[in-house]
């Protein structure tokens, strides 16, 4: 298993795997060594990156329209919830072999995709009227 570093809209991102050179279409040779799951690759997942860039494009259109894109953006949040605490929760290994696998690929491809929220009591701070000496 192998994470992506790669972004999920932009793939120019400085973490983006290097395209395959001609080396890489020549076949494997044949190993005895057991199969392995295929790395991930966001990239091969037309779907998911056409939903992406729907979100995109939703997001440019209300560009003007701040009360719109916290909408959206607690709308992703739920989403983003309701993967982790459902089917990503479930498919984590049951093995601590397996789980220490994960957790390592994930320090090392970005981390936790974790959203966080903007603290609103350090804007209203800044745009609170300076009290007059």
């Not at 570093?5 to 279409?25: L, W, Y």
């Not at 199969?35 to 690759?41: G, L, N, R, V």
């Not at 220490?100 to 970005?110: C, D, K, V, Y």
């Not at 981390?111 to 000496?133: K, N, S, V």
Request: a negative charge; zero cysteines; hydrophobic letters at 35%.
């Amino acid at each position: 298993m192998s994470l992506s570093r790669t972004h999920p809209i932009d793939d120019s991102t400085p973490f983006a795997p290097p395209s395959p050179g001609p080396a890489a279409t020549a076949p494997a040779p044949p190993t005895s060594a057991p199969a392995t799951e295929p790395a991930f690759d966001p990239a091969a997942d037309p779907e998911l990156q056409r939903a992406l860039d729907t979100l995109l494009r939703i997001a440019e259109q209300r560009a003007d329209q701040p009360e719109a894109l916290l909408d959206l953006l607690r709308r992703i949040e739920h989403l983003h919830r309701t993967i982790q605490d459902g089917p990503f929760r479930s498919s984590l290994p049951s093995d601590r072999n397996g789980l220490f696998t994960l957790l390592s690929e994930m320090e090392g491809s970005g981390g936790w995709p974790y959203i966080p929220r903007l603290q609103l009591r350090t804007f209203m701070d800044l745009l609170a009227p300076d009290p007059e000496p």
